[in-house]
């Protein structure tokens, strides 16, 4: 059995490399591949015999790009995963971390949610968001194309003091439709964590039956507010504040906000959006 190491060389602040070649010495027969320069899986699929290995190391922006490849479906039975990046929410919505071995995650894989965003059609592995989160990432993902070391609280403080500025939306989850005031985050979630280790829904749960996923959304606060709630609600303690913070659950979920907005989606960001709708 073959193992095929497909790595980020950029994840875990580069420090990636260090544990993937750790990894590559413990297996007999392996080969190192780097998935920044992989535009298909063609050409690994083609390569690839019945019952040989794929580990994809990284972390949630790298899990990301994989899973909406082409052709994903064909090797995911044989996917396997090895946390190596800076954030790893989604190992920790499955209970792994960055000591855990390579573990399988088909079953994780068929029960992704699809997210349309200015007509094109994605996978995501743990959330997405109009809002300040979008916000955030859109400041840190530039930063960390300079080589500056990137602080998520001090970006989320500058944006809750005067870089953010909240707008109405409408959400319709499941058909029924609600309208929000000054909104300042909109994010669906199919997982638990986001933000690098944030547990912002500790009631979701990415395996449910029904498939629903998460909305929490953030609304009709001053800024004053915002800066004394929103330590808790990125706690998961959203429940202390029913009047700002609403979380509803559902199969389908479409957001819809007056001004274009910097979505993230796992980390990874989208400028100028509008709208996003989510279905499971």
């Not at 959330?127 to 916000?135: E, M, V």
Request: aromatic share 10%; charged share 25%; with cysteine.
């Amino acid at each position: 059995m073959k193992h095929w190491i497909l790595y980020n060389p950029f994840a875990g602040s580069e420090k990636c490399k260090v544990k993937v070649l750790e990894l590559y010495e413990k297996y007999e027969e392996a080969e190192l591949i780097d998935v920044t320069k992989l535009e298909s899986l063609s050409e690994l699929i083609d390569k690839k015999a019945k019952g040989d290995r794929v580990i994809l190391c990284g972390g949630d922006g790298t899990l990301n790009r994989f899973v909406n490849m082409p052709r994903i479906e064909e090797i995911a039975d044989d996917l396997y995963f090895y946390a190596v990046g800076s954030g790893n929410d989604f190992s920790n919505d499955v209970g792994k971390s960055t000591e855990t071995e390579p573990f399988p995650i088909a079953s994780y894989m068929k029960k992704l949610a699809k997210a349309e965003i200015k007509g094109e059609t994605y996978h995501f592995v743990n959330g997405l968001g109009l809002g300040i989160d979008g916000f955030c990432c859109q400041i840190a993902n530039a930063m960390h194309k300079k080589g500056k070391k990137i602080s998520y609280a001090l970006i989320a403080l500058i944006g809750l003091l005067f870089g953010f500025k909240p707008a109405d939306a409408v959400i319709c989850v499941d058909g029924k439709e609600y309208r929000y005031k000054r909104v300042w985050m909109a994010t669906t979630m199919k997982g638990r964590y986001f933000g690098g280790g944030v547990k912002i829904v500790p009631d979701q749960d990415r395996m449910d039956s029904e498939g629903k996923v998460s909305i929490i959304v953030a609304h009709d606060v001053s800024r004053l507010r915002a800066l004394t709630a929103f330590p808790l609600i990125l706690k998961g303690h959203y429940k202390m504040f029913p009047k700002i913070v609403a979380v509803l659950k559902g199969k389908e979920i479409s957001v819809s906000y007056v001004q274009p907005e910097p979505l993230q989606i796992d980390g990874e960001t989208i400028l100028d959006v509008e709208s996003y709708t989510v279905r499971t």
